[in-house]
T-cell receptor, first 115, second 109 residues
Framework: NAGVTQTPKFQVLKTGQSMTLQCAQD?????MYWYRQDPGMGLRLIYYSASEGTTDKGEVPNGYNVSRLNKREFSLRLESAAPSQTSVYFC??????????????FGPGTRLTVL | RKEVEQDPGPFNVPEGATVAFNCTYSNSASQSFFWYRQDCRKEPKLLMSVYSSGNEDGRFTAQLNRASQYISLLIRDSKLSDSATYLCVVTEYGNKLVFGAGTILRVKS
């Protein structure tokens, strides 16, 4: 079991470039999440997918889009990268989104720098 | 005001020390509470859930005070391997987590 995997691990973009961050889980989880982590701030939810076929905005969705490709995969796209999107991005998954005690499992993160 | 507030530290303690972290949350409707641990440049991992009655897992004890809206984590007999950032986390509704910025712990020999 790999758990939650993310690609790439590191990326440097120029302002205005686009890219897609990939996330996959092999735990048969229904719910998946994208967070960003910035220094001095807690992780903030960008988008989540409660189940295959559904996506919803989190706290900081502007500048991002997501696709729940299938039950395993949840991608995050930056259409026109900005320096303010320099951050560490974590993908997570959980068995469900309705159970408050369902543990979220995180991937290793993608470190993105936008110049 | 941040939804979840923590003292950023760092807390520098010798091996064997007892250290306590506190966390306050602003939403009285928060349902569930957790402590996550994050090692340097790694992903967060669940350390323990926090229950109203308090709970213990080995050297770690978590307490919840709903009336005062704070959560605590006590670590006894600190080990070098306990050095990490400890994240206080609450759920608002459903399973959406709200994270504090974290408290840094450094245990020194």
């Amino acid at each position: 079991n790999a758990g939650v995997t993310q690609t790439p691990k590191f990326q440097v973009l120029k302002t205005g470039q686009s890219m897609t961050l990939q996330c996959a889980q092999d735990m048969n989880h229904n719910s998946m999440y994208w967070y960003r982590q910035d220094p001095g701030m807690g992780l903030r939810l960008i988008y989540y997918s409660a189940s295959e076929g559904t996506t919803d905005k989190g706290e900081v969705p502007n500048g991002y889009n997501v696709s729940r490709l299938n039950k395993r995969e949840f991608s995050l796209r930056l259409e026109s990268a900005a320096p303010s999107q320099t951050s560490v991005y974590f993908c997570a998954s959980s068995r469900t989104s309705g159970g408050a005690t369902d543990t979220q499992y995180f991937g290793p993160g993608t470190r993105l720098t936008v110049l | 005001r941040k939804e979840v507030e923590q003292d950023p530290g760092p807390f520098n303690v010798p091996e064997g020390a007892t250290v306590a972290f506190n966390c306050t949350y602003s939403n009285s409707a928060s349902q569930s509470f957790f402590w996550y641990r994050q090692d340097c440049r790694k992903e967060p991992k669940l350390l323990m859930s926090v229950y109203s009655s308090g709970n213990e897992d080995g050297r770690f004890t978590a307490q919840l005070n709903r009336a005062s809206q704070y959560i605590s984590l006590l670590i006894r007999d600190s080990k070098l391997s306990d050095s990490a950032t400890y994240l206080c986390v609450v759920t608002e509704y459903g399973n959406k987590l709200v994270f504090g910025a974290g408290t840094i712990l450094r245990v020194k020999s």
